[in-house]
């Protein structure tokens, strides 16, 4: 028999497999095309000659148990509320994420996606109820309220404008906050039944959990141990127990890599590579593990799984509508499954574009640089497409067969019409909207003194903005460039700096931006910067604190500032802006007069071509 070892194994092998996808620039379309091709395997299967085989398989009972004590569920049950709660644990895990270290940080920036997705929770619901205000069906309301990120993501990928990357973000932050929202109405509408001793006993293990975060227990198998018995508290407590994985994902810690826990895994790593030995490996691996927080590191291990085979494994479990003349004639004339309908398709698309443009009128600057509303119309309209919770949900709230099966059509034609709506509101658009040559060459987001780096009078004349990358060459001898400029012009320019690290090319330049950032809290971005350009070959992390130091920086205050993210939202801002405008190189400069009338420059940037296009601004 062949040496089968755990690196050569064929599960190793497609974990491999799933993590490269996971990856990938495509992942997310890759995802969705998982979860489609379940979707579209399970009414085949269940309309097939062997339908039968479908209900039969899913049905089969399987028991767990340990002497007299057990769990028996069907297979489809298993999935439902064994499986998916590996799913919302991801769930929960992104969300704690978000609001740690992610998107969420900004609460000005998230301001407009949490309203959007909160009235796309309410309006949607609202348009349901009108429609089936009583009755067993009335108690399905929470089918519509939810939008499947991987299916939206992956549907904007395919159908959505070329420049979507502010749409995206902004679709993104919705997902997270929809989440939330779904998860609290899983939580407080569709538990039927309490048992006391055993809720107990699950935030007795919730409790666990975070003593062990307390206690900065950072192996992931304590919490596996403890994970797995809050899961069955939370089974016998009659609380949906796929619970249990949000609340103890919201638990886990999440922070930026410490820097004296990075510096011990490298010195870890050097000591394995001149002895390599088990025992250096061993150490090596848990040091390395050890300095990454225990959120990132099992979000990492798990989204693969979750992505790519719990949710179309769900799918599978849970789409197999029999599409017979019977169900199609009740569910075309079925108040639910037109309720699911109008509420998915129109009430996220009135929802989200609504509250969008309220907040919008009300608070202008609110709407990030290349966020159109007709945008946010296109994505709010793909935000329909609520497949996978609401294929959950319609398993918790309704158990008339009859009724589950009329309101699965109504999500499996919600999702189609979404989607289709969503690329017909893009086609209108690109119609109406046609990109012209000459905006694209316009700078996207006018210079703003409270918020961009300006070196020079604010009030100057004439203006250069300049996306740059600190460990770019090019970037380094255009300070030069620059210089001349500025002495050229004196008072009459301003120079303007943001940022655009190459990470293809330049594997310091991010961190360099983020420390350029730290160095700006403590009101010394320029003496940074130009360090940073004097030394763009020089840009390790152990070369940056020694700048640092030099310019007297508080090293405990800088070292915080750079873990805690704070600052790594306007490096991301700055990204953005760039990648909507097609700007995919350094240096890039924009040159003109006034905050917004700056056009991109084309042509060499030394100091006599920028000076001979400012005297043309000027004159």
Known sequence: MADMTPATSPVRRFAQRLTEARGAKNSETLAAGFLLAATVAALLWANSPFGETYQTFWHTEL?????????????????????????????????????????????SRAS?????????????????????????AAGAWGVVISTDTAFVLGALAVVGPKKAARLRIFLLTLAVADDVGALAIIAFFYTDTLEIMP??????????????????????????????????????????????????????????????????????????????????????????DRAVSVNERLMRLYQPYTAFIIVPIFALANAGVVLSGETLRASATSPLTWGIIVG????KLIGITGAAALFAKMKPSALAPGLSLSHIAGGAALSGIGFTISLFIVDLA??????????????????????????????????????????????LRPVDPKRD???????????????????????????????????????????????????????????????????????????????????????????????AQELGLDMERFEDDLRTGDYVVRVEDD??????????????????????????????????????????YRA
């Open 63 to 107: 028991s767990i148990s340990i002497g007299n004590h057990g769990i028996s569920l069907d297979l489809a049950h298993w999935v439902n509320d064994g499986l998916m709660a590996l799913f919302f644990f991801v769930v929960g895990l992104e969300v704690k994420r978000e609001f740690a270290m992610g998107e969420l940080t900004d609460r």
């Open 112 to 136: 407009i996606p949490i309203v959007a997705a909160l009235a796309g929770l309410a309006i949607p619901a609202l348009l349901f109820l009108a429609l089936n205000p009583s009755g067993e």
């Open 199 to 288: 809720l107990a006993l699950a935030f007795v293990g919730l409790a666990a959990i975070a003593l062990l975060r307390r206690l900065e227990v950072w192996r992931g198998i304590g919490y596996f141990v403890v994970a797995i018995a809050t899961w069955v508290a939370f089974f016998e407590s009659g609380v949906h127990p796929t619970l249990a994985g949000v609340m103890i994902a919201l638990i886990l810690p999440v922070y930026p890599p410490r820097r004296s826990e990075v510096e011990r895994a490298s010195d870890l790593a050097r000591a394995f590579r001149q002895s390599p030995n088990p025992e250096y490996a061993r150490a090596a691996r848990l040091g390395l």
């Open 344 to 347: 998915l398709v129109l009430g």
């Open 398 to 443: 309704l158990d008339d067969e009859l009724l589950a099966d009329e309101a699965r059509v109504g999500v499996l034609a919600a999702s189609v019409i979404a989607a289709t709506l969503g690329w017909l509101l893009f086609r209108i658009d690109a119609r109406i909207h046609p990109p012209r040559q000459e905006s694209s060459h316009r700078i």
């Open 453 to 547: 780096h300006i070196r020079g009078p604010v009030d100057a004349p004439l203006t250069i903005v300049e996306y740059g990358d600190f460990e770019c060459p090019f970037c380094s001898k255009a300070t030069g460039s620059i210089r001349e400029v500025r002495l050229h012009f004196g008072d009459d320019v301003r120079y303007v700096f943001r940022h655009l690290p190459l990470d293809d090319y330049h594997p310091y330049a991010r961190y360099a931006a983020h420390a350029s950032e730290a160095a700006a809290a403590q009101g010394k971005f320029w003496e940074m910067a130009d360090v940073l350009f004097a030394h763009s070959d020089a840009l390790e992390p152990d070369d940056i604190d020694g700048y």
């Open 575 to 616: 990204e953005l802006d760039a990648a909507s405008s097609d700007v995919d190189g350094t240096p890039t400069f924009y040159l003109g007069l006034g905050d917004r009338n700056l056009i991109r420059h084309t042509g060499p940037y030394d100091a006599a071509s920028l000076i001979r296009e400012l005297e043309a």
